[in-house]
């Protein structure tokens, strides 16, 4: 039987940012059920996973045992051609949303 990977947040991730701490904030309609729906049925690659929500890429990443995931929003450009051509032929993604989200940025 499949172990199952679990989401847990991270806080540099979510308002308000943490003193000294960097990170691409998650939109705060991603609630942890949300983002661990996300994590199933991400896409692995190279031991990353990734996501993808209302044209938005999100990366997940595992701590050292590779059990625990916390994920975060990432442009486009960060996500591997296989993975967003995979997408693209499903139907669940636009071309639009990877020119519009090439780079992430907060305020979209």
Not at 30 to 46: I, K
């Amino acid at each position: 039987m499949r172990s199952r990977i679990v989401y847990v947040g991270n806080p540099k991730h979510k308002e308000p940012w943490q003193r000294g701490r960097k990170g691409s904030l998650c939109p705060k309609a991603v609630t942890l059920e949300r983002a661990q729906a996300l994590l199933d049925e991400s896409l692995c690659c190279d031991g990353v996973r990734f996501a993808l929500l209302d044209g938005v890429a999100f990366v997940g990443r595992s701590d050292s045992a590779g059990r625990l995931w916390h994920g975060y929003p990432v442009g486009w450009m960060e996500v591997p051609r296989s993975v967003w051509m995979k997408w693209l032929k499903e139907g669940r993604l636009k071309r639009s949303d990877i020119a519009r989200y090439w780079r992430y940025e907060e305020d979209f």
